[in-house]
């Protein structure tokens, strides 16, 4: 059977359309997969994998950024500078509902593709084929929320911003420390209980150690289903079971 890349286009399309030559100047990379990547010395455009990646790229780079993986609703756009506000949607490689092929990226001409989030065998395989199929660099950075701190130096770093990523990882250290230090304080019987609803119903339930729970486990005592798979994402409960009775 021929392959066929990630979204239905085939491989020699793809490689039609990807004209760039070797990396000039290029420097070794090892990314959170442990992955050895050539990536360009200067990094001018980068196209975003996923949410995480564009809201980190903006935080650091915003003007390294080719777009949103999808665009500011009308809630959102008030709070940023309209130059980013309007920057165009070009879509998601990764998660569920990806909304781009191999194709547009390779038009795009990024210097980077950059994914932020998970680092399991799935995301990595996914890496891997990007950059074997569009022959643009693809990196994948853990996007723990402890790790935080960690994941902006490794970024500003590859993008050439470290000063500002330096202090963005000060402040977020100082801010997460802060919340853990009141949160230990609290006995865990008198933290507030939670239930972490997920999915466009509310009926989907976070999975204990994933990415999707930090904010509320840093925080509080939350309700969440045992851990998964690594490619489970949530699990689905009957409407009866998603609440107690009486949630006040």
């Known amino acids: ?53 564009a809201v980190t790229i903006y935080t650091l780079a915003p003007d390294k950024m080719l777009g949103w993986t999808r665009a500011p609703g009308p809630d959102a756009r008030p709070f940023l500078p309209a130059r980013y506000a309007e920057l165009p949607e070009i879509g998601r490689l990764t998660g569920r509902g990806n909304t781009v092929n191999l194709e547009n990226v390779v038009r795009l001409m990024p210097d980077l593709v950059l994914d932020i989030g998970n680092t399991t065998a799935t995301y990595v395989s996914l890496a891997d084929r990007v950059q074997e199929q569009t022959h643009i660099p693809a990196v994948l950075i853990g996007g723990r ?61 976070a999975v204990a150690g994933s990415i999707g729970s930090e904010s509320s486990t840093l925080s509080a005592r939350a309700t969440l289903s045992p851990r998964t798979p690594p490619r489970a994402r949530s699990s689905r409960s009957r409407p009866s079971r998603s609440l107690p009775g009486n949630p006040m």
């Open 1 to 53: 059977m021929r392959r066929r890349d990630l979204f239905g286009f085939s491989s020699g399309a793809i490689v039609g359309l990807s004209f760039a030559s070797p990396l000039a100047g290029a420097r070794p990379f090892t990314d959170s997969g442990d992955r050895k990547i050539d990536v360009p010395a200067e990094v001018r455009r980068v196209f975003p994998a996923g949410p995480p990646a």
């Open 145 to 205: 929320l402890a790790e935080t701190p960690a994941t902006l130096r490794t970024v500003g770093d590859l993008l050439g911003v470290a000063g500002r990523a330096e202090a963005l990882a000060r402040y977020t250290e100082a801010v997460i420390g802060g919340v853990q230090e009141a949160v230990a304080k609290i006995p865990s019987e008198k933290r507030p209980s939670i239930y972490l609803a997920r999915g466009p119903r509310g009926l989907e339930t």
